[in-house]
């Protein structure tokens, strides 16, 4: 069965290929529930507590999952490999049940008292809350489930089953997408939220039953002893994801003190500048961040240079382009997403703004993302802890002042800033952290990338003024596109990015030569 190929272990090459294929067509459906949100309900009080909501759980379930990726997972693998895999999996079916736990807790304080809780911790009207009860309800139970599922996803990847988490994905992106369109008229923004519900769940016993099959995974909770090194790296990592996720709340917190429907608005903004980062630089992440678990448990440092090198100016090449063409095309792209049925020309103007200087965080952000994957397999915990305390605490402190002066938009730009400095202090930490990593090549390879898209911008500006057609938008980004791949094609700035479109190009012709015949 073609399913059955995909629900078993892959390659490196092959699970990146996979991951982000599947990847994208997860996302996509996942992106398209934002402008079928944005027609049917516009922005408005509702639509920014059910956003404010559904961006807490995912702020919250990743903050007490954390942990799988820079401590269980990695010490699950020395486990298996110096003690067995029943060992391995006793250890990490013990922050299974914990997490499982805590969000049950949550969970159970969230139905009890909805309107308490929410208007405890939000700015929203304790009136408004309590018109949406159901809806807080049904998404503190998705909650729990997310926990659950992203639980389970990150040790499927951890044992190279790439695929199967973003198959699952797809289908919880899919339903909740249908229930939406089905429902809208009778349940308003609860139908997204009974969707979601009833998505995980499925995804949750799909993910247990792979587990179960696949890999003879057994959630049974032997007595060991979880170690001093390991409660210790445990608690620095939950102490500085604890700035991170701050720095992920705040906003929300201050940005649901403006008029209704600015939170929507950033969050239509923020829904187009996460493609990039949620179809390429999470799953091409996750994939090196296995690879540099596997070179730093085999002590290959020089290894680890170079696929952290290889991994980091690979997505920089592919994300600075991005990131100038959602600048140059930020009005056309929420014109064309957004700006339908029942969203108003000031809040698309909102989106705009946002968007425009969103979109410079895109390769910073990429390159943080693999910085944070190397400490995590390098296992510098505590490093990684002061490093994630001193950057959250600036960025808070940034978004208040910013967002007190600027306003709404203040807050991409504290963002802005926040990345930009933390790409140049991260020279000095990597120095210190992993001698071997030769940092300075990445500064020089996005100075490069820079150099290269300035012209090409250029260019594709004057094209954009000289005929202003949204028809027009596609292919002045077309041709920007080509020219920087071909330009890498004659002069070799990034190879791995050339032998990736060699690849693609020689799959493509395969593929239709087996049609032809």
């Known amino acids: 069965m073609v399913f059955g190929r995909f629900i078993e272990p892959q390659s490196y090459r092959k699970g990146i290929v996979l991951s982000v294929g599947l990847g994208f067509l997860a996302k996509a459906a996942a992106f398209l529930l934002n402008p079928a949100i944005a027609y ?5 009080g509702d639509t920014d507590i059910f956003f404010f909501c559904m961006s807490t759980v995912l702020l919250a379930s990743a903050f007490l999952t954390s942990l799988n990726g820079s401590v269980v997972i990695p010490h ?49 009207p ?60 009778a349940l308003g923004t609860l139908s997204i939220a009974i969707g979601m519900l009833v998505a ?16 003879g995974w057994r959630f049974d909770l032997c007595s060991l002893q979880i170690g001093r090194r390991v409660s210790l790296d445990s608690t620095y990592a939950y102490l500085g994801n604890i700035a991170s996720a701050a720095a992920g709340y705040v906003p929300l917190l201050l940005l649901g003190g403006f008029d209704p429907g600015t939170l929507t608005a950033l969050m239509y903004a923020q829904s187009i500048t996460n493609i990039p980062g949620a179809i390429v630089t999470s799953q091409y992440s996750s994939v090196a961040g296995i690879r540099l678990n596997e070179e730093c448990a085999k002590g290959d440092w020089a ?70 994957r190397l400490f995590m397999a ?58 071997t990593i030769v940092y300075s090549s990445i500064l020089r390879h996005l100075a490069l990338a820079t150099i290269l898209n300035v012209p090409l911008y250029a260019l594709a500006y004057a094209a954009k003024y000289t005929w202003p057609s949204l028809l027009v938008a596609p292919l002045i980004a077309i041709g920007y ?7 890498n094609a004659r002069f070799k700035f990034n190879r791995d990015v050339h032998e990736l479109l060699l690849e693609i190009q020689r799959r493509a012709v395969t593929l239709f030569s087996r049609k032809a015949a």
Not at 40 to 44: D, I, P, Q
Request: proline letters at 3%; aromatic letters at 14%; glycine letters at 6%.
């Open 40 to 44: 049917y309900f516009g922005a408005r």
């Open 76 to 124: 699950a693998m020395h486990l298996s490999a110096s003690e067995g895999d029943a060992r391995s999996m006793s250890f990490t079916n013990a922050f299974f049940y914990f997490y499982l736990l805590a969000g049950s807790v949550i969970t159970i304080l969230v139905v009890l008292a909805p309107a308490e809780v929410l208007g405890a911790i939000s700015n929203f």
């Open 126 to 185: 304790r009136n408004d809350l309590q018109q949406h009860i159901t809806l807080i309800r049904v998404l503190a139970l998705v909650f729990l489930l997310t926990i659950a599922s992203s639980a389970m996803c990150d040790i499927l990847f951890s044992r190279k089953f790439f695929a199967v988490p973003m198959i699952s994905g797809l289908l919880t992106s899919l339903l909740g997408l249908a229930f939406l369109l089905l429902f809208h008229d």
């Open 200 to 215: 995980y769940l499925l995804q949750t016993v799909f993910l247990a039953i792979v587990m179960c099959r696949s890999i």
């Open 303 to 372: 290894g680890v240079n170079r696929v952290f090198l290889m991994s980091t100016n690979f997505l920089v090449f592919l994300l600075v382009p991005v990131a100038c063409l959602m600048w140059l095309f930020s009005g056309e792209a929420v014109a064309v997403l957004f700006q339908h049925g029942k969203l108003t020309p000031e809040t698309a103007d909102l989106s705009t703004r946002f968007l425009k200087y969103l979109s410079l965080i895109v390769p910073m952000a990429a390159a943080n993302t693999l910085v944070a």
């Open 378 to 435: 390098g296992r510098r915990v505590a490093m990684s802890f002061w490093y994630q305390i001193a950057m959250n605490l600036l960025l808070i402190l940034m978004i208040v002042v910013f967002v007190g002066q600027a306003g709404p938009t203040g807050y991409p730009v504290a963002l802005v800033v926040s990345y930009g400095s933390s790409i140049l202090f991260l020279y000095w930490l990597l120095k210190y952290a992993f001698p």
């Open 481 to 487: 596109l080509v020219v920087l791949f071909l330009m």
